[in-house]
């Protein structure tokens, strides 16, 4: 028998959400104290856009731009791709492959912001797509192991590989190759 996991079984049901008139910087610091590599943008219920770590280093550093001034409107994605939280995982993947993509935000049928669906949340729920993502995604580099993500230690959004059951970035990789050497 097969088992169908969900859209709404392995989103994450509370995303960092900001409205469009925030600071860049303002962005930035909420999303390191929340730890996450994305926010939402949102206006009376109404999902706008959204903001991920690569958004910030095209339009702001690479165009010099100054982040206290800087609305996160104006450097937001707001052509947006969504899915329904009934929606099959492995459609989910097929989606976030097609537009090459890590991140899809869960509209529910009245288009109301449910969640947001990243790759580390397909993963753990469902590791065995691990494969189905590697292979068909051009989210990965063929040149490494190394894929965009958040490390599972540290939180941080950076360069992390599949070391066990965890994605860990370079740093906590090498920390936890020391620790278990001690050991």
């Known amino acids: 028998m097969k088992i169908r996991i969900s859209v709404m079984d392995a989103m994450t049901k509370t995303p960092v959400v900001v409205g469009p008139e925030m600071s860049v910087e303002d962005c930035v610091k909420l999303m390191l104290k929340a730890k996450v590599g994305s926010l939402l943008v949102q206006e009376n219920k109404i999902l706008k856009g959204i903001v991920t770590e690569k958004d910030l280093v095209e339009k702001i550093i690479l165009n010099n731009l100054n982040p206290k001034k800087t609305k996160i409107s104006s450097i937001m994605s707001n052509i947006l791709v969504t899915v329904q939280p009934s929606v099959d995982i492995l ?78 970035c370079k740093e906590c990789d090498r920390n936890e190759r020391i620790i278990n050497y001690l050991n």
């Open 91 to 168: 459609e989910a993947v097929k989606t976030m492959t097609k537009y090459n993509i890590r991140r899809l935000p869960v509209i529910n049928k009245d288009g109301i912001l449910a969640g947001l669906l990243t790759l580390n949340d397909i993963l753990r729920v469902q590791p065995q797509l691990f494969e189905l993502i590697l292979d068909k995604s051009r989210l990965f580099s063929s040149r490494s192991n190394y894929v965009d993500s958040e490390c599972d230690n540290c939180k941080m959004y950076s360069l992390v590989k599949l070391v066990g059951d965890r994605f860990l």
